[in-house]
């Protein structure tokens, strides 16, 4: 990436009074075939992610070029590993759900012992809820009844953070979104640039980084990877 690009995103944010931060899935660690195809594995691949990974380094570099600027992340991402940097939880919402965790419609858990467990015995029907005994799936959005109700609370808190962006010199980090779901973060992002007038969308993706034209003026374009961004 050219030197110049970094500069003037660092700039954007030096001036920056407040931060509003998207995470896609290009902000994600490589998986192997097996791992993208068996969850178990996906989950397990995930929590023994070592902390100098480049995705968490990457994480822990944008944290400290935002200092103690307000700021708060939305991150489709299941992997958890913003949870491992040095972002502060309670400003963090995940509204896909998180690989770390299994549900069975009425109890949301933790994964690594089960994880295990079917790993080592090769046995799927192993995944049962602890509580009640009920089978249990990945706690994310593409799991049929997903329960909402784990990033709900986070959900409202960062609805009423955004509402204070309002006429406020707000810079906004989409980092490496597509079109999964369009609807949390792409959508989202182009109107809170449009209708604030003080707010400045930097759209950061290797595959999908165009500005609608309604916001060209008002935004920066890197078809890049936003790893390669905070390296």
Sequence with gaps: MEQRIKEEVLERIKDAEMILIGIGEEFSPRLSEAEKKNPFLRSRYYETIPADHEVIQAYNSLRGLIGARPYFVVTLNTDDLIYRSDMEDD????????????????????????????????????????????????????????????????????????????????????????????????????????????AFLIRVSSSFPQLPEEIAQKGLSIASSPLELFS
């Design 91 to 198: 400003l963090i919402v995940a509204p896909c759900g998180s690989m770390a965790k299994m549900q069975c419609g009425e109890h949301i858990v933790r994964a690594h012992e089960i994880c295990g467990q079917v790993i080592d015995s090769k046995d799927e029907s192993l995944a049962v809820c602890p509580e009640c005994g009920k089978p249990l799936c990945f706690h994310t959005v593409e799991s049929d009844g997903y329960m909402e109700q784990g990033y709900l609370p986070q959900w409202e808190k960062y609805k009423s953070w955004l509402s204070c962006t309002l006429n406020r010199r707000l810079c906004i980090l989409e980092l490496g979104a597509g079109f999964k779901y369009p609807q949390i973060l792409r959508w989202p992002f182009e109107k809170v640039t449009m209708y604030n007038n003080k």
